[in-house]
């Protein structure tokens, strides 16, 4: 079954600090893979996708993720947290077949940022 | 331009009640969802509408209908209201193009309380 896990309940980095966000996902073909930003009583923002191709991209906002087949990973990393940045991430990968197109999300990551 | 909206933001109501959730999507997409995320910010699908017919259907209480009256609306009617539909749930929408992804768009959620 498609799956997607998101080890990181909550982590707290410092204002500047390097940030990698883990997700680690189960499926039979290759994957659609997403990131999702929610800040506080907002919706979701697509922060950067893999389709297929370079392993490496590039997203908003100074996010970048790699997709490593051989992991089943998918992990978010950013070089300098920025308070803003203090929010909700999800993991998700879209899953394909037939007439059905739906996102499965991981359980979130909280990131909290220190001044 | 609000690209996909959601009405009421929020819903507080008693349990029993029935109630409804309009959302609406000015892109152009043939398809909506909608998403459910939970007190603990777990996200899954609910319903998916392509051209107005139900694609997916995941197992979701016979008490909650959705509606599609054209491509550009999805609502979702809830009857006899329980403590365990407290949630947000989010509308989406994408173009479906056979076993492709294309990108969804989320809405702003309703936070739906039920005393």
């Known amino acids: 079954a498609q799956s997607v896990t998101q080890p990181d309940i909550h982590i707290t980095v410092s204002e500047g600090a390097s940030l990698e966000l883990r997700c680690n996902y189960s499926?039979?073909?290759?994957?659609?893979l997403f990131w999702y930003v929610q800040s506080p009583g907002q919706g979701l923002q697509l922060l950067l996708k893999?389709?297929?191709?370079?392993?490496l991209v590039q997203g908003i906002k100074g996010f970048e993720a790699e997709f490593k087949r051989s992991q089943s990973s998918f992990n978010l990393r950013k070089p300098s947290v920025h308070w803003s940045d203090a929010a909700e991430y999800f993991c998700?990968?879209?899953?394909?077949?037939?007439?059905?197109?739906?996102?499965?999300f991981g359980t979130g990551t909280l990131l909290a940022v220190q001044p | 331009d609000t690209a996909v909206s959601q009405t009421p933001k929020y819903l507080v109501t008693q349990m029993g009640n029935d109630k409804s959730i309009k959302c609406e999507q000015n892109?152009?997409?043939?398809?909506m969802y909608w998403y459910k995320q939970d007190s603990k910010k777990f996200l899954k699908i609910m319903f998916s509408?392509?051209?107005?017919?139900?694609?997916i259907n995941e197992t979701v209480p016979n008490r909650f209908s959705p509606k599609s009256p054209d491509k550009a609306h999805l609502n979702l009617h809830i009857n006899s209201l329980e403590l365990g539909d407290s949630a947000v749930y989010f509308c989406?929408?994408?173009?479906?193009?056979?076993?492709?992804?294309?990108?969804?768009?989320f809405g702003p959620g309703t936070r739906l309380t039920v005393l």
């Open positions: 892109l152009g997409h043939d398809t």
């Open positions: 509408y392509n051209n107005k017919e139900l694609i």
């Open positions: 989406a929408s994408s173009l479906l193009s056979g076993g492709a992804w294309n990108e969804q768009f």
């Open positions: 998700a990968v879209g899953a394909t077949g037939g007439a059905t197109n739906k996102l499965i």
């Open positions: 499926y039979g073909a290759t994957p659609y």
């Open positions: 893999y389709f297929s191709g370079d392993t």
